[in-house]
Nanobody, 117 residues
Framework: QVRLVESGGGLVQAGGSLRLSCAVS????????LGWYRQAPGKQRELVAS?????????ADSVRDRFTISRGMTWNAVTVDLQMNSLEPEDTAVYYC?????????WGQGTQVTVSS
């Protein structure tokens, strides 16, 4: 059973930083890509950052140069982190980790990020 566990959300002042982490375990398929989406109240879910299996990264224009996605491993999980710097109130949203396999995508439960002005 694939499991994605997110951590690191919270409340921060504008200009501050947060680091989101996601641990992916229980998968037996190749991961084609992984990354983070976010959804603000009243808005559609949008891609924030992604990383493909060959290491290519993609960022939303609004976060480019402020956010950095990275992939790692622990003894029992693949991890995908999102370092968020120079946070703005517009970054306030629920952030979701995802993993793309050949046949299905898997999602985490979401973690709230709130940036106060």
């Amino acid at each position: 059973q694939v499991r994605l566990v997110e951590s690191g959300g919270g409340l921060v002042q504008a200009g501050g930083s947060l680091r989101l982490s996601c641990a992916v375990s229980g998968h037996s398929f190749p991961i084609l890509s992984l990354g983070w989406y976010r959804q603000a109240p009243g808005k559609q879910r949008e891609l924030v950052a992604s990383r493909t299996a060959d290491g290519s990264t993609n960022y939303a224009d609004s976060v480019r140069d402020r956010f950095t996605i990275s992939r790692g491993m622990t003894w029992n999980a693949v991890t995908v982190d999102l370092q968020m710097n120079s946070l703005e109130p517009e970054d306030t949203a629920v952030y979701y980790c995802y993993v793309q396999g050949r046949q299905s995508d898997y999602w985490g439960q979401g973690t709230q990020v709130t940036v106060s002005s």
